[in-house]
């Protein structure tokens, strides 16, 4: 395996988890991979069309994803080509005479291709070594981005039962790749998830009194960054234009990129940024896939994104050159409100309009946790390998220079507007005692998400645990009263708390 990669890829090693899903794939079986952004995914479908001397059809959703990597295997002298609508005839049949050389092949195409009746039966005479279903979390109605042009890709499976399957995503849940597994018709399986520990990252979320704090926190975040890329992301296309417009005077090298922009706007924003003419973007979750730069050193949430997932594949555009890298979410409250009016304006199904709230309601506990925030990311993906802590995040270490601090001037303004605050509005504040009982329930709460392979936000919120240090409840019915507590996990853990940390209350 080592030859191939080293003479056809340059590659001296192997990537975590890479080794492992290639293997999975030349033994003929089914897979679902997830390996994180910049974690080497595209390796995993191109080393097969070498190593088994065939054609692999790879499904990609964006036509420059497939070009860039059409060139890349190009340069490597690795055959490779794409189909798709901004192509002329004469490309496509060009495209095909490759093809027939009968050679190992990656062919990249979208996924409306694969539904079209001429390409089918075009499937049906041609030897195939393996079907690669790239960004898969697009399959799947839970995901962060379900594409509905995904949804008939069980084709494949149907067409060419024998030829296995190669579902890829940077992010996923375990119930996520059931769910993918099942609508692409995949046979029994092989699951690898590696490398979501990215340990020159520092991750850092800081809560944001209101607009005035988060703005300075975001310039002071530019200011202890000034070299290399930035990465900015907004929740809407009004607040992309607005920041631009504020941090134009104050930074150079600043532009923003969003949906909404046309198409010559965007490309050519896309390109001075690639060219380090823009250095600090800001944009919407349109910006990114497919993106690889080395150099991105901040990326900064001004908004909260609409679930962990999100999050975790923005943050990990930062840091590709393994240099260490800073990512920071700017967290005020009301930020829950711009997602839930994204929610509540979504046509999807009941089901997964709960599931998206239960989403953002996970993500709020983890912006609110106090458990290392890289644990609790390794967890929530039941990634191979954990952690109890990191070491380098704002939790295991505050006092990191990588951290992002806040200006003094700003923490005056924050406790000031607190101290104007009628006493009824005011934050809670435990006492020495509740304190003690709240550092309880953390450890118990630590140790039964150990037990049950779950990060510690899932348990309870650190919210649910200060009420509980406060409240001290005793009775079964009293436990109803505590923020966070529905039926289910009274039912589950009620009993537990009150015989076990809430006893030594």
Not at 231 to 250: D, F, N, W
Request: positive net charge.
């Amino acid at each position: 395996m080592i030859e191939i990669l080293q003479t056809h890829f340059g590659m001296p090693e192997f990537r975590r988890g890479q080794r492992e899903i290639i293997s999975s794939i030349l033994e003929g079986k089914d897979v679902l991979a997830v390996l994180p952004t910049g974690g080497g995914k595209s390796l995993c479908y191109q080393y097969p069309a070498l190593a088994l001397n065939k054609l692999v059809i790879v499904v990609s959703p964006l036509i420059a994803l497939m070009k860039d990597q059409v060139s890349s295997l190009e340069k490597l002298g690795i055959p490779a080509g794409s189909l798709h609508s901004a192509q002329s005839q004469a490309e496509k049949k060009e495209v095909f005479r490759k093809m027939a050389a009968g050679q190992g092949f990656v062919l990249y195409l979208s996924p409306e291709r694969t539904q079209k009746e001429g390409f089918q039966g075009w499937l049906k005479t041609v030897d195939v070594g393996l079907f690669a279903v790239d960004e898969a979390h697009c399959v799947s109605q839970w995901g962060h981005d379900f594409r509905a042009e995904y949804s008939q890709l069980k084709s494949l499976k149907l067409l060419k039962p024998n030829v296995p399957v190669l579902a890829l995503t940077a992010s996923a849940t375990p119930f996520v790749l059931n769910d993918i597994a099942r609508q692409l018709g995949l046979k029994s399986p092989v699951k690898h998830v590696h490398g979501f520990y990215r340990p020159n990252l520092y991750y850092q979320v800081e809560f944001c009194e209101d607009d005035d704090v988060k703005l300075e926190a975001l310039r002071q975040s530019l200011r202890q960054n000034p070299s290399g890329r930035i990465l900015i992301y907004c929740g809407t296309r009004k607040v992309t234009e607005e920041l631009t417009q504020i941090l134009s005077g104050e930074f150079s090298g600043v532009d923003y990129y969003h949906a909404g922009l046309a198409n010559e706007k965007r490309n050519s924003t896309q390109e001075a940024y690639s060219e380090g003419k823009v250095r600090i973007l800001i944009a919407t979750n349109a910006f990114g896939m497919g993106i690889d730069h080395p150099d991105v050193r901040l990326v900064v949430h001004y908004q909260m994104p609409a679930n962990i997932d999100s999050l975790y594949q923005e943050m990990g555009r930062a840091g590709r050159d393994g240099q260490n890298s800073t990512c920071i979410l700017l967290y005020a409250k009301k930020d829950k409100g711009l997602q839930s009016f994204f929610i509540q304006r979504s046509e999807a199904p009941a089901e997964v309009q709960n599931s998206r709230w239960r989403a953002l309601e996970n993500l709020i506990d983890y912006c609110e946790g106090s458990e290392c925030r890289h644990a609790e990311i390794l967890t929530y993906y039941k990634d191979s390998q954990r952690l109890q802590r990191c070491g380098h995040c704002d939790v295991c270490d505050p006092s990191s220079s990588r951290r992002v601090q806040k200006p003094v001037s700003i923490v005056k303004t924050v406790i000031r507007k607190i101290s104007k605050r009628k006493t009824a509005q005011a934050p809670t504040v435990l006492t020495p005692d509740d304190n003690r009982i709240f550092e309880i329930l953390k450890l118990w709460r630590r140790e039964k998400a150990r037990e049950l392979d779950v990060p510690a936000f899932v348990i309870f919120s650190d919210r649910t645990l200060r009420h509980l240090a406060q409240a001290r409840p005793k009775e079964r019915d009293q436990l109803k009263d505590i923020f966070g507590l529905g039926e289910a996990k009274i039912e589950r853990f009620g009993s537990e708390l009150l015989n076990g940390p809430l006893a030594e209350a």
